[in-house]
């Protein structure tokens, strides 16, 4: 099956601060979404991007398909930040079910 | 905003036990879905429920997992008998359409179920 690696596994980063997510994936995809899970374990859609750029306030996500990869921006970090941001996709083949990658783990100090 | 919610938050059984767990996905989307994350790991498909029927299901949705949708609203995940290694988060999420189509996937909060 399709294969997705994030990076970085872990970042802490001082409130104010910017940070850039990085997701690839192995192969062509018809559905890529970023999510956030916050501390208490619930899961946010973020962006649904499976080609191009979206903007929505402080984040913005770009996905070049041809090069298999897709970028998660936080600008200005807020506490409220802090969680684990997935990235999920599903292939070409015409899968309901999205693969999640590992997630990066995000700190943000006040 | 509409929301998907789930009951109960957390269930506790013992090992062999069945467990039902509960969802009422958004009331205009077609596309139902269970997820699992077992601690401090991956989110992971398990199976998505469309026309009242499975339409996909992961190697991990074996015999010991089905899912009903009872009547118009509910949407449930049975685990027959269950074992130390289902211990997880289970999360269930709804789609107004299929994936590929411009349809964000959305999540409830999550049953955290602990086999003992």
């Known amino acids: 099956g399709i294969q997705v690696e994030q990076s970085p596994p872990d970042l802490i980063l001082q409130e104010g601060a910017n940070s850039t997510l990085r997701c690839n994936f192995s192969d062509s995809v018809n559905n890529l979404q970023w999510f956030h899970q916050n501390p208490w374990g619930q899961l946010i859609n973020l962006f649904y991007i499976p080609s191009g750029t979206k903007q929505n306030g402080r984040l913005s996500a770009t996905t070049v398909a041809t090069e298999r990869y897709s970028l998660l921006y936080i600008s200005s970090s807020q506490t409220t930040d802090s969680g684990v941001y997935f990235c999920a996709v599903a292939g070409r083949g015409g899968a309901d079910g999205l693969t999640f990658g590992k997630g990066t783990h995000l700190i943000i100090q006040p | 905003e509409p929301e998907v919610t789930q009951t109960p938050s957390h269930q506790v059984t013992q090992m062999g036990q069945e467990v039902i767990l509960r969802c009422v996905p958004i009331s205009n989307h077609l596309y139902f879905y269970w997820y699992r994350q077992i601690l401090g790991q991956k989110v992971e498909f398990l199976v998505s429920?469309?026309?009242?029927?499975?339409?996909?299901k992961s190697e991990i949705f074996d015999d010991q997992f089905s899912v009903e949708r009872p009547d118009g609203s509910n949407f449930t995940l049975k685990i027959r008998s269950t074992k130390l290694e289902d211990s997880a988060m289970y999360f269930c999420?709804?789609?107004?359409?299929?994936?590929?189509?411009?349809?964000?996937?959305?999540f409830g909060n999550g049953t955290r179920l602990t086999v003992t």
């Open positions: 429920f469309y026309n009242n029927e499975i339409s996909e």
């Open positions: 999420a709804s789609s107004e359409l299929w994936g590929p189509y411009n349809s964000p996937l959305h």
